[in-house]
RNA sequence: GGAGAGGUGGCUGAGUGGUCGAAAGCAGCGGUUUCGAAAACCGCCAUACGGGCAACUGUAUCUAGGGUUCGAAUCCCUACCUCUCCGCCA
């Protein structure tokens, strides 16, 4: 969430990023009138619970007598004490439900606009691969070659379940492991992260702001045990920290960690349903930093060039696009996507997706750091995330850019030590 | 899944209704001593929010949320977590 103090001071930087996100800016006023009705009952109760504190310390020692008639005075003043303090725990509760509601402000750097459509393509990296034939796509290449069974996800499990089988399991594996090793070697901390987590923990990452997000929005729910299915490892990675109080000389802190990632993706049936491109589950390696804020700018772009290292490794063509404040998340005030070079689709599919999120999830949060300069001063941390491989969607860009054409598929150098073999073809 | 025991400050641990934000020890910080260090001794040592120029001061916090009471770390309920035994299990 945002910083009280801000939308108190500056609410027309609050509302006009708001706008920029096309949120209605209208809960900044019911926010700020909130935030003053609780503040003046708190000063208050706070006043009347002193008066009750001194005169509760007077029971002790009072004789049985005194005790008697000063008990009913009490009780009175305890109970309007207790109606105050139950009318604060719901203001409480009024004011961080819209607390929540309210996103991260939109960097001055971001573009306007509504949907994805109005993202800006910056920069364009790597050779887009001639081909002297028509390529094929990706489900049409692995179905050929063995290597994926949608037909049987769908009877197992229904619509964007799938199988994938034989060379391309390895070549999965092969993928994620060479951006663990990359990372790795990077410095990067590697982790495995709860694949399920509480409401709380979507909160904290931003993921969940309403209560209608966690009854129907895109994470999975295991009703039974209250828990969640998360959409990537950001969730585990962020919370990681949650509650803690870093010291200064422990940031950058710096994460990779790798999971199964399961996405309802309610909504998005008929929009690219081919293939892999768009499905309930798949496995990814998420890049996830806490630094200082005076970092964090600095720290976006070495996210970003992390990833593009992986995907020149690879030798795939991509197209770096700035994301509009129509396509930034709820937690986001800055975010890349990287689109890499899909040829059997014939275009550019989003494949990595790299946020600043500036104080926004920390303050939900409540990840800290002490500052050294000043004695007992504290503040909170940067965070910020980026992917570094994900698959299928990068097994998509593999398939496509390095199909022959007989329709077996070559292996990117880089790869072959990991799967052991430098081609797939029929059998 | 069944049965039981617990959750107190950075750590260990005392505290079973009032004078408790919480003894004591350890760790940490400052000082005395010392050529320096160790030891010893003395002092300091939680956070958030509010009021005040400041000294200072109010409120809350003993896992969390509710309840009982004039008053709760202490009694009751619920959730979460930890441990022990049994069962099951990769």
Redo the contacts with the bound molecule.
């Keep these: 969430m945002l910083d009280i103090k801000l939308i108190r001071e500056n609410p027309e930087l609050v509302r006009d990023g708001m706008r920029r996100k096309c949120v209605d800016p209208q809960v900044v006023d019911n926010v700020l009138k909130l935030d003053e009705e609780r ?1 003046e009952l ?2 208050q109760t ?2 009347e ?2 008066r ?6 007077k ?2 020692t009072a004789s049985p007598e005194e ?1 008697e008639t000063l ?1 009913a005075d ?2 009175t ?2 109970d309007g004490i207790q109606d105050k303090n ?1 009318k604060l ?1 719901e203001l409480d509760e009024r004011f961080l439900v819209l607390m929540r509601i309210i996103p991260n402000i939109p960097d001055a750097d971001v573009p306007d606009g509504k949907t994805d459509k109005e993202n800006v393509v910056i920069r364009t990296e790597g050779v887009k691969r001639e081909f002297g034939f028509t390529p094929k796509d990706h489900e049409e290449l692995a179905q050929a070659l063995d290597l994926l069974d949608m037909e049987r996800g769908v009877k197992v499990s229904g619509a964007k379940f799938y199988y994938l089988k034989n060379q391309l399991v390895i070549l999965e594996n092969a993928v994620l492991r060479f951006a663990l090793d990359v990372l790795r070697g990077k410095g990067f901390t590697l982790m495995t992260v709860p694949n399920m987590a509480r409401a709380d923990a979507f909160y904290g990452a931003g993921h969940f702001s309403t209560p209608e997000d966690a009854e129907d929005g895109d994470a999975y729910r295991l009703e039974r045990d ?1 828990l969640y299915l998360v959409g990537t490892a950001e969730v585990g990675l962020v919370n990681y920290h949650a509650d803690e109080t870093l010291k200064e000389g422990d940031l950058p802190l710096r994460y990779a960690g790798i999971s199964p990632c399961y996405r309802r993706e309610a909504g998005t049936y008929g929009k690219e349903t081919r293939g892999l491109y768009r499905v309930h589950q798949f496995n990814k390696v998420e890049m996830v930093t806490l630094v200082r804020p005076e970092d964090s700018v600095r720290e976006h772009s070495m996210l970003l060039a992390v990833a593009e290292e992986l995907l020149t490794k690879l030798g795939l063509h991509y197209q770096v696009v700035l994301n509009c404040a129509g396509d930034l998340g709820q937690p986001q005030s800055k975010k890349w996507d990287i689109e890499t070079w899909m040829p059997g689709m014939g275009k550019y599919g989003e494949t990595h997706s790299c946020s600043n999120d500036t104080d926004y999830q920390a303050r939900t949060l409540n990840i800290k750091y002490r500052v050294n300069a000043q004695e ?1 001063a ?1 503040a909170y941390v940067h965070t910020l995330n980026n992917t570094a491989l994900a698959s299928p969607r990068i097994l998509i860009a593999l398939l496509e850019n390095y199909q022959e054409e007989d329709g077996s598929i070559t292996i990117p150098e880089v790869l072959r030590p990991y799967t052991g073999f430098d081609r797939i073809s029929r059998a």
């Design positions: 503040r708190r000063k706070e006043a619970q002193a009750l504190n001194e005169s509760s310390q029971m002790a005790r008990r009490l009780r003043l305890s139950n725990g209250n007992k504290t």
